[in-house]
């Protein structure tokens, strides 16, 4: 942290020069040119001037003098500080484990300021905790298990249960119905295939049992027999 400490306190000492006024005691001769008071001046100048000869404004606007309170107020703060902290810590150097000088003028205060005015705990309070609810019970509770989860879960359970069904159609009508249908026609033609031996004797035979009874048959028809029975 040092580097950047160093160039940060180049920009805080040297910066603010550039607003120095021209009437400021000892460094506003030495710089003698405010920029930036000319540059600002320059943009409302003549708005200025126009309102002050409305009587708008008090013309003392335009060229305020340079007032030493101010300066002095600022001066003897940052000083002031700064011989109090010398005073305390810097004449002095605290020991290992000694307890700070200013634990009990300030008592309660000093608690309060050691603790960085509780800012963390207030910022942790309000910000922090709140934006780990709202993610823990909002957004992963609610949003991402309960509605995006649920509604991933509904899908696959509907999808689950119509491919469960589909598969259950297909077991019993196409897959059984085919097979069923597969099966009679081998049972079919099991019992054919004893009547294909491949014997003449065997062909003859049947032939001429079947010629036996279509002869009969006729001639039953011819006679009226069959009239007689029925």
């Known amino acids: 942290m040092t580097i950047p400490l160093v160039l940060l306190s180049v920009f805080a000492i040297a910066v603010g020069w550039s607003g120095i006024p021209e009437t400021f005691p000892i460094l506003g001769p030495l710089v003698n040119n405010n920029f930036f008071h000319h540059f600002a001046g320059s943009t409302i100048y003549e708005t200025l001037f126009e309102l002050s000869e409305l009587n708008l404004v008090d013309s003392a606007i335009i060229t305020l003098p ?12 940052a000083l002031g500080g700064l011989f109090i902290g010398w005073w305390i810590y810097g004449r002095k150097p605290l020991k290992e484990g000694q307890i700070d000088p200013l634990v009990r003028p300030l008592g309660p205060l000093y608690t309060f300021l050691n603790n960085k005015w509780y800012w963390d705990e207030l910022y942790q309070f309000l910000f922090i905790r709140p934006t780990v609810y709202l993610s823990e019970r909002v957004v ?33 009508v196409i897959s059984g119905g085919v097979d069923w249908l597969k099966d009679q026609f081998l049972a079919i033609a099991k019992e054919f295939r004893y009547l294909q031996t491949g014997r003449v004797q065997e062909y003859a035979l049947i032939s001429t049992l079947i010629a036996t009874a279509l002869i009969a048959v006729i001639l039953l028809i011819n006679y009226g027999w069959l009239a007689r029975l029925f």
Not at 66 to 77: E, K, R, Y
């Open 66 to 77: 340079f007032d030493v309170a101010p300066l002095g107020t600022s001066l003897l703060v």
């Open 140 to 172: 992963y509770e609610i949003i991402d298990k309960g509605i995006i989860d649920g509604t991933l879960h509904l899908i696959g359970r509907s999808v689950y249960r119509l491919g469960y069904y589909v598969k259950r159609f297909e077991e019993r």
